[in-house]
């Protein structure tokens, strides 16, 4: 496979003294990496010129994003076009869109590979990718996902609540924290921000947005064990 170097880019980190954006040209693809690992392949050029211009763009949205002063962790979410294609967004900062034919060419579907990669990237924002956060506490816990039919409620943050943003509720942890949720049957892992309180079952621990809940595997069952991490916020 022919793989071409086409250029680093260094973004400062609280948690890590220098981390680095790459570009790597495949046959057929452009990778987008961060720390020396994988977010995702853009394998379709889009309205640009190649998939390396296309992947150029959204690196540099991404970027953006990791230096970024973020006062309070931003909320990582999912929005539907009208076109059939998924927006990936950081707070308000629009990150990339996952149009029909990149999920054709995953072999895939618009959604899933868009909360793929959203969840590999938020994977690295937090440093989880190079195990380079800090856990402030840790337990083990009962996960339920939240219904659909609750889009567009606000929750305890204010926020509106979305299936398709990477949040959750949790009766007493403070509104804000971000949480590293792994399924240990599978191995899993998705990061969630708590902006709401609940469950309100009380064999219950922690409650998912849908989309967090497709990720770890468990929206067929409803509930699964899960491992609880708090990650210690000190992004600068």
């Not at 954006?21 to 990778?31: D, I, K, P, S």
């Amino acid at each position: 496979m022919l793989m071409v170097l086409l250029g680093i880019f260094a973004v400062a980190q609280s948690t890590q003294a220098k981390a680095q954006f790459a570009l790597l040209e495949e046959r057929g693809a452009c990778a987008i990496l961060y720390d020396g690992r994988v977010l995702f392949r853009v394998r379709y050029r889009g309205p640009f010129a190649s998939c390396e211009e296309r992947a150029r763009v959204i690196l540099k949205r991404l970027q953006d994003a990791f230096s970024t002063s973020w006062k309070s962790p931003p909320t990582f979410r999912l929005v539907r076009e009208k076109s059939g294609g998924i927006s990936a967004f950081c707070g308000e900062k629009r990150l990339f869109s996952v149009l029909p034919e990149d999920a054709s060419s995953n072999a895939s579907n618009p959604l899933d590979l868009a909360m793929l990669w959203l969840n590999n990237v938020q994977l690295a924002f937090y440093g989880v990718s190079g195990r380079t956060f800090k856990v402030a506490r840790e337990f083990d816990g009962t996960a339920s996902f939240c219904h659909p039919k609750f889009d567009g409620r606000r929750t305890a943050s204010g926020e509106m609540y979305s299936s398709y943003a990477f949040t959750a509720a949790h009766r007493t942890l403070p509104v804000g924290s971000v949480l590293l949720v792994t399924n240990p049957r599978n191995g899993r892992q998705v990061v969630v921000k708590v902006n709401d309180r609940g469950p309100w079952r009380k064999n219950r621990t922690i409650d998912l947005s849908l989309i967090a809940a497709k990720v770890l595997g468990i929206v067929e069952e409803g509930i699964s064990t899960v491992h609880i991490e708090v990650i210690a916020w000190h992004r600068k």
